[in-house]
């Protein structure tokens, strides 16, 4: 079985520093030691710290990428949080989807902490670092290194232990790699991986297509064969009317279906007066029946469609640097660039909260509009309500976007 390295990620220094001495004791008294102890048939591994290798004629940063990246796993000794190359290094571990544990001294409090490691406070093990300074043989000596061991063993079996909860290399880093050799990959059909076994609730399918137009493709798909809810937002300043009219038609036309969902739910950002149009036809199409449409006054950075709390669709922008003006005419703006489709019905519930959660948000929706409560005799009175609320909300936005000197 190959050697398996652990890389140490600590404040180093000069030779004779506080930081140096620290680091050296950490690694005489704890590292060396459990990796000098017999292992009998568990796998074999070596902790290893960067500026303990002999020269490799490589750049410092080189190396350390090179090491980070042939690792097993990273520990992080946090004695003191002020060291950028610490950071750096963290964050180049978290990149690679490597797994990281930190120790973490009583000196440190946890809001000392960078909110991006803070998320990973499970991964921690706070020592005290007075009497760990103190006698070589102390009692937190032991408990560093009988948690230091047991990390060990969970790096070198468990392929999640400890691993960035953000990291899917199929589904994130595949696509986008491919994506950047060239800019001629306009669709990658599907990303699938089928984690666990083929039970239900043991799996995950997970589909990340690229293109607009593949998206929405794959978007309509879903919403036709639903059967409980629909709950979609558009919180971008663009309307699919004009662009996605299939998804749209399908969405407008779904509630008259023999077999239709039981409810529809669709959030709309006022942050555009022409997207009050796709308002009036849902409003139209769908008087007295179970459909509601939330006008939002905040725009969101996200757009996400959850399908019978099953399948969710989370939606990716691209957004230009360039100014309107310089913009081709042939090239509208994206309205997603990519989405990533997840059939999963824990994760479904979980999106479909945070939909709910918008949804009763007082403060930030302008107004609820129930298709349920509307007829055909007050039809035209509450569009004109409604869009009066419409564009006060759009001016509002606007005003917040372009202050006044």
């Given at each position: ?73 990273c520990i992080v000794d946090l004695y003191k949080i002020e060291n950028?190359?610490?950071m750096y290094e963290i964050g180049l571990a978290h990149s690679q ?309």
């Open positions: 079985m190959a050697l398996q390295k652990i890389f140490l990620i600590t404040p180093l220094g000069e030779r004779n520093t506080p930081d140096r001495r620290h680091a050296d004791k950490m690694w005489n008294d704890v590292f060396k030691p459990l990796s000098e102890k017999p292992r009998a048939e568990k796998a074999s591994f070596e902790f290893v710290r960067s500026d303990l290798l002999k020269e490799s004629g490589q750049s410092r940063v080189q190396e350390i990428m090179n090491l980070i990246h042939e690792s097993t796993g950028l190359n610490v989807g490597k797994r990281v544990f930190f120790l973490r001294s009583d000196k440190i409090s946890e809001s000392d902490i960078p909110s991006d490691i803070r998320f990973y406070a499970d991964y921690y093990h706070p020592y005290n670092l007075d009497i760990f300074n103190g006698d070589a043989s102390s009692d937190e000596v032991n408990n560093i290194t009988k948690r230091v061991s047991e990390v060990v063993d969970a790096m070198l079996t468990d392929i999640n232990s400890y691993r960035p909860s953000f990291y899917k290399p199929t589904e994130l880093y595949v696509s986008n790699i491919l994506e950047d050799i060239n800019g001629k990959i306009t669709n990658l059909e599907k990303l699938l991986k089928d984690f666990g076994t083929s039970s239900e609730d043991e799996r995950t399918l997970a589909q990340y297509i690229i293109g607009e137009n593949e998206a929405f493709r794959a978007l309509t798909a879903a919403v036709q064969k639903s059967n409980i809810s629909v709950k979609t937002t558009r919180f971008s300043p663009y309307s699919v009317v004009g662009r996605q009219n299939d998804f749209f038609n399908t969405i407008n036309d779904l509630m008259s279906r023999s077999i239709h969902p039981e409810s529809f739910e669709r959030i709309i950002a006022a942050n555009n007066i022409e997207k009050f149009n796709e308002v009036v036809k849902l409003m139209v199409n769908n008087a007295g029946k179970n459909f509601k449409i939330y006008i939002s006054k905040i725009e969101y950075s996200f757009e996400m469609v959850i399908v019978d709390d099953q399948v969710v669709f989370i939606h990716f922008r691209k957004y230009n640097n360039v100014t309107t003006d310089e913009k081709p005419q042939d090239q509208p703006v994206s309205l997603i660039s990519a989405t990533l489709k997840i059939d999963k019905r824990l994760i479904a519930n979980e999106f479909s909260t945070i939909f709910d959660s918008i949804t009763d948000n007082s403060k930030d929706i302008a107004c609820v509009i129930d298709c349920n409560q509307i007829s055909t005799e007050t039809l035209s009175e509450e569009i004109n309500k409604y869009r009066h609320i419409f564009y006060a909300a759009v001016n509002e936005y606007e005003g917040a976007a372009n202050p006044t000197v």
